[in-house]
């Protein structure tokens, strides 16, 4: 079987975890804020702070930009339902816009028209590992004096005109193990902004500045040594692993027929988290089972927008949004990590031409 996705733990990962184990600081330490230093680095920004999930990077970062009751928040539909479940956790409101049908991010020309005297903040999500039009969403931003909290789960070393995601606004990261990068479970966010750093921090443990003196509403969001100690194996991965993925997408985009492949507009370095084709005429689903009866992973990269699950519908009413909803019937991930072999490629492309030709 050719999976879709595949997290490998090298010796690295291994020593890196047993060290931890065997210092006897285990949870957050030293670890931590080496890590963080790292992945500061890597995005080019002053400050990153270590959490639990993507989930909780999400919602500390909302927190930290003092979002809630009465806030709005706007956002893409088609995106993992934890982008907007954070928004809905702090107590704001998801507003959405459609998707630009091409890249699958926020259409950013609709982003005006959705702003409101509510609405605290813009979260674009760089969806597959493509950043999202970060120079309209800061101009409009900017005018309108709205935060930036970039959802970057999928985004890990993902460019905008050099620049890297998590530089824009305040960044936030999942590190799941199918990701570009992974610690098992753990999330990472990034900021040049003093204040916000302070304030996840503060947030990230108890609402404590000092020890045991509760200053505001905190929880625990403290990630481990011992996570740690693997996402700073996998950091010093993650250039070679985003160049394979990218070579491993160059080779689809020459080979595959009858399909749509990824659009990449200039200045976007794609990371590839997924690579995910746009199947016509209905064909989708028929695809994915003769993938599968071939023994290919795919995936749909997501079935149901979110605006059209039940309990958005529940909250925030019947909404429509075309692209979004056409794009989820369409869209198909394929294999694209680090550890495909070039025999694993050929067999895809082969497998997708056959079917498409013949159009099974
Ligand atoms: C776009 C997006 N946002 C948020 C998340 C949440 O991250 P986590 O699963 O680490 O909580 C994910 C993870 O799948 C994601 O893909």
Redesign the pocket.
């Known amino acids: 079987m050719i999976s879709i996705a595949k997290p490998v733990m090298g010796e690295e990962e291994k020593k890196a975890v047993l060290e931890v184990l065997d210092s006897g600081i285990i949870a957050q330490g030293p670890k931590v804020k080496e890590f963080e230093h790292n992945f500061a680095q890597m995005c080019g920004v002053k400050h990153a702070i270590a959490t639990t ?6 919602h500390m970062a909302l927190l930290a930009h003092d979002i809630g009751p009465g806030d709005e928040v706007i956002t893409s539909p088609f ?2 339902i ?2 907007a479940n954070s928004v809905l956790f702090v107590g704001a409101k998801p507003v959405f816009v459609d998707i630009d049908p091409k890249t699958f991010n926020m259409n950013v020309s609709q982003i005006e028209s959705a702003i409101t005297p509510k609405t605290k903040a813009i979260l674009p ?1 760089h ?1 597959y590992g493509m950043t999202c039009d970060m120079d309209a969403i800061i101009k409009i931003a900017q005018k309108h004096n709205l935060a930036v909290i970039e ?1 970057a ?2 985004a890990h070393g993902a460019e905008y005109h050099g620049k890297k995601a998590g530089f824009f606004g305040t960044g ?1 990261f ?3 193990p199918t ?1 570009n990068m992974t610690s098992a ?3 990472m966010i990034t900021t040049n902004d003093e204040k916000i750093d302070e304030l996840c921090r503060v947030i990230r443990n108890h609402g404590m500045r000092r020890r045991y003196y509760h200053d505001q509403l905190g929880y625990n969001f403290r990630m481990t040594d011992v996570h740690a100690a693997i996402g700073n194996a996998q950091l010093a991965k993650l250039p070679a692993n985003n160049a394979k993925r990218r070579s491993n997408a160059q080779y689809y985009n020459e080979n595959l027929e009858g399909v749509t492949v990824p659009y990449v507009p200039q200045g976007f370095h794609h990371v590839y988290h997924q690579y995910t084709i746009r199947v016509p005429d209905g064909k989708r689903d028929d695809l994915r089972e003769y993938l599968k009866q071939n023994e290919i992973g795919s995936e749909i990269y997501y079935p149901l927008p979110i605006h059209k699950q039940g309990f958005y519908i529940d909250k925030l009413g019947a909404q429509t949004f075309p692209q979004a909803e056409f794009a989820a019937e369409e869209v198909l991930s394929l294999p694209v990590h680090p550890f495909l072999s070039q025999s694993d490629l050929e067999k895809v492309v082969e497998t997708i031409n056959t079917f498409m030709a013949k159009g099974e």
Not at 53 to 58: D, E
């Open positions: 999930s993507g989930t909780t990077a999400l995106t993992f934890a982008s999500v969806l959802d789960c999928q936030t999942s590190l799941y990701k479970e753990g999330g």
